[in-house]
């Protein structure tokens, strides 16, 4: 089993796992000892909610409703705070909604953080997106789409809403096809003055992972430069940005994510928002691939980046999802 690869077929390895002998009543009791009177447990919490799945832990939310009739979630957040409450309360949600949740802060503030867009819509597989545009719908009675053309426009735009509508066809596997769009794009970008940034949307927007693969690797034959410097040398901003991103995922998704997290630790400060976004919507999926690969490109394991940026409880709690092995 490989854990990275071009575009090698590689299993993916989460960090957290259902835990065996599961007992949603018994860890509902010993939740809400943990937070009843005063003071409160933190490592209870982060012993019982970042070592159980999802499912899990809408078990547990159920749990705790019936036999107290109080809500976890509602509990949780009166004890904790700051970047540790963000975290436990991120891990309780179903993910497509907590995703949901990401992408409309991403939208609602000041300005569109352009990013997160981008990582939430440019790095996931179709059937993952309509689940989270389904969620978001429900929790703002909005759709999802129209939230995103309100807040972005050009070929950016454009490539947010492919992503949306599905619109790469994930069978098609065309080698002529491919070196037919290879030199497409050399002449919308390096082959011109000035650069058709639509070419690039509409060809990588449409590609599938394998046929996207193909067209990678014939524009190298043609250009003698890969698509990502191609792109570098003609683009910039956010669209580029969002092509990198798609182009990064089709050669290896983990290591897209692991380029994220350092690029949230990098420097000075530390962007926990995308911290705690990655570690708590991967870790269930891919972050042991995620900590490999990060390892391979940073020369240092993700769990001593994490721990030299974090601290207290939030950082236990973040090491708990990350795993030492």
């Known amino acids: 089993m490989s854990l990275s690869?071009?575009?090698?077929?590689?299993?993916?390895v989460p960090t957290v796992v259902p835990a065996a002998n599961f007992d949603a009543?018994?860890?509902?009791h010993a939740l809400r000892a943990a937070m009843k009177g005063f003071g409160t447990d933190e490592q209870v919490i982060i012993d019982i909610l970042c070592q159980r799945s999802n499912a899990?832990?809408?078990?547990i939310t159920e749990a705790y409703k019936k036999e107290f009739g109080r809500d976890l979630i509602a509990d949780l957040k009166s004890e904790l705070g700051g970047n540790f409450e963000n975290v436990i309360i991120g891990l309780m949600l179903p993910t497509d909604e907590y995703c949901a949740k990401q992408l409309y802060k991403a939208m609602k503030g000041i300005g569109t953080s352009e990013d997160v867009l981008v990582?939430?819509?440019?790095?996931r597989p179709y059937d993952e997106i309509v689940q989270i545009a389904a969620a978001y719908e429900k929790l703002y009675g909005s759709s999802l789409e129209a939230d995103i053309q309100g807040d972005t426009s050009g070929p950016f735009q454009r490539l947010l809403v492919m992503a949306l509508q599905g619109l790469r066809d994930n069978y098609a596997y065309d080698p002529a096809k491919a070196e037919e769009q290879a030199q497409i794009l050399y002449n919308a970008g390096e082959g011109t003055v000035g650069t058709d940034e639509n070419a690039f949307v509409e060809i990588l927007g449409?590609?599938?992972?394998?046929?996207?693969?193909?067209?990678?690797?014939e524009y190298k034959k043609i250009s003698g430069k890969t698509i990502e410097q191609a792109m570098e040398s003609e683009m910039s901003g956010e669209l580029l940005h969002g092509l990198l991103a798609m182009v990064?995922?089709?050669?290896?998704?983990?290591?897209?994510?692991?380029?994220?997290?350092?690029?949230?630790?990098?420097?000075?400060?530390?962007d926990d928002d995308a911290l705690i976004r990655i570690i708590v919507s991967r870790c269930e999926i891919d972050l042991a691939n995620i900590k490999f690969e990060y390892e391979r490109m940073h020369g240092k394991t993700l769990?001593?980046?994490v721990k030299g940026e974090t601290s207290g409880d939030y950082r236990?709690?973040?090491?708990?999802?990350?795993g030492s092995a």
């Open 5 to 12: 690869g071009d575009m090698e077929e590689y299993a993916e």
């Open 303 to 305: 769990l001593s980046a």
């Open 316 to 322: 236990n709690a973040l090491l708990a999802l990350i």
């Open 119 to 123: 990582e939430i819509l440019c790095s």
């Open 248 to 270: 990064k995922t089709v050669h290896n998704r983990p290591a897209y994510f692991a380029e994220r997290l350092e690029a949230a630790m990098k420097g000075l400060g530390t």
């Open 56 to 59: 899990q832990r809408q078990a």
């Open 25 to 28: 009543v018994a860890d509902a």
């Open 206 to 217: 449409h590609a599938g992972q394998r046929h996207a693969y193909l067209i990678f690797q």
